[in-house]
């Protein structure tokens, strides 16, 4: 059975910094590329960032490249999500998914607000 665990989030303020992490469980990380989306309120998921099953190439949507980070670590089965420069529009529920595997974990929270 396919797990997934995002933490991390939290209210921050504009111009600060959070680190979501998603555990996985239920299927064999290191054979699945991971991605990031988000839900903000009244609007529909959208795609972050993607990170390959080796880490070794990433990609990021026009709103938060440059500010956010994917990362993953395979022998602790997790996906990391850095993000710095904060701002109101990011505020979101947050969400890690394995490619391929229609499977969603149950989100963090993430309230930019001063």
């Known amino acids: 059975q396919v797990q997934l665990v995002e933490s991390g989030g939290g209210l921050v303020q504009p111009g600060g910094s959070l680190r979501l992490s998603c555990a996985a469980s239920?299927?064999?990380?290191?054979?699945?590329?991971m991605s990031w989306y988000r839900q903000a309120p009244g609007k529909e998921r959208e795609w972050v960032a993607s990170?390959?099953?080796?880490?070794?190439?990433?990609k990021y949507a026009d709103s938060v490249r440059g500010r956010f980070t994917i990362s993953r670590h395979n022998a602790r089965n997790t996906v990391y999500l850095q993000m710095r420069a904060l701002e109101p529009e990011d505020t979101a529920v947050y969400f890690c998914?394995?490619?391929?595997?229609?499977?969603w974990g149950r989100g963090t929270q993430v309230t930019v607000s001063s």
């Open positions: 998914k394995p490619q391929e595997i229609d499977s």
């Open positions: 990170i390959t099953k080796d880490g070794g190439v990433t």
């Open positions: 239920g299927f064999t990380f290191r054979y699945y590329a």
